[in-house]
């Protein structure tokens, strides 16, 4: 992402900003909470985009009150520098991320341009999208990665008429030193994830929350956020750690459930279907890593995962 200079003067637009407000059907997040905050979130940008704007006022929050989708309301929108963020914190994989938020910029645009005309001689100027993933969930994933909207199209024929990408940051701790180094908030949210998921291992979910809000705030890890809103969050970590292990059961069940339907279709060449579904599974799983660690061909890729040059393409 490019350098920016510091203290740009920008002309500011006519929008009509709004902050965010609780919604009742919505299950807020401690990353939402922490980042809501103008000053971290500054911080966060200037981390992500190597900038180095000091003036929290620069960024204007535009995060839509009411855009849920699937119970899942967009993390953050701002706009800073005549571009637009959408910032999601996400726990789990999930591949659907470039839809939802084709969606959300959807509605984004439509409230930004709501009242001008889209049928004048005059070329409406919107704001660039930037579209950006926090993850910390414990599946092990690069520093870096790609999700393409055009993953999703069936039977695709040359270059996709519409693409959105989502760059998918690993903030987990030991990953994206540099990130980390610049934006202090996101290093402690990440160190405070880490002690709920170590502390959970042994006891239960809600003593493991709370010895690491105590442990953090003794220690001075987002100290002064977790001593002002301590109940809120630990009520939040509970939510969010539950939901992250309520999906990894959903997504083992539909695992076993195709294991399960591929064994009623008998044997072939000495294994039965169920087990053939699963090696195709892990095949095209160990296909994804390697294509996202970016240090492959194509063809040592097939060669290691078992699928045919044409499979790995795809994936790609």
Known sequence: MAKCKRNRNKTKRNFTVKTPTANQNYKDTVFRML????????????AVNQSDYNNPDDLEIVTLENAIYMGMKNDLAFIMDTNLYLYEHQ??????????????????????????SLYSSTLQKIPAPNFIEFYNGSTAAPDC???????AFEHLSGEPKLELIVTVLNVNVGHNAELMQHCNTLNEYAQYVARVRHYAADMSLDQAVERAVDECVREGILAEFLTRNRNEVISMSIFEYDKEL???KLRKAEYEAGFSEGEKHGHETGFSEGEKYGIELNSIETARRMLQLQEFSLEKIAAISGLSLDEVKKLQ
């Open 91 to 116: 726990s789990t994989y999930n591949p659907n991320m470039p839809l939802r938020d084709l969606f959300y910029i959807c509605s984004e645009y439509q409230k930004l341009v709501d009242k001008k």
């Open 35 to 46: 980042f809501s905050d103008r000053k971290n979130l500054l911080s966060l940008y200037n």
């Open 246 to 248: 309520e999906e990894k």
């Open 145 to 151: 990665t790609e999700l393409r909207l055009s993953s």
